[in-house]
């Protein structure tokens, strides 16, 4: 992992991503979790997922897309991420497909796919929700 995170570029501004200080504090939570060896496993598959969209980003197919309050302008997927992406395409934010009810690790931006739009649902309590047109 601290080789991913060499490699990839984390955009300056991390309103909508969560910081590897903040994600670092998450895991250690797991610590009180009563499946707590679960808990850091699933934790690190997220994130290592994660480190491996961002460097994927680039070369993926991207549909158009409009987001509330935001100037997302582009998704794309990857296994089970979304990327929003801005008009200049630096990345806005990343969500994990919403997880099994029996997960352990709780995501910091969890997304819904819902009837040709996404839904995301941020750990701090914020949302975001977006329409994504068919590719052109």
Known sequence: MIHLLEIVIMPDDLTWLEP????LR?????????????????AYEERIGIL???LEGPALETRPAECLNTQVLQAARFENFILLYDDEDVLVTIATLQRDQDSIWESYA???EIDGG???AFADGRSLNCTVMASA
């Not at 250690?28 to 496993?41: D, G, I, K, P």
């Open 26 to 42: 998450r895991r250690s939570m797991c610590a009180f979790n009563e499946r707590h060896a679960e808990c850091v496993e699933q």
């Open 52 to 54: 491996h969209a961002m």
């Open 118 to 120: 996404l839904s995301l």
């Open 110 to 112: 969890v997304g819904n």
């Open 20 to 23: 590897q200080e903040l994600w």
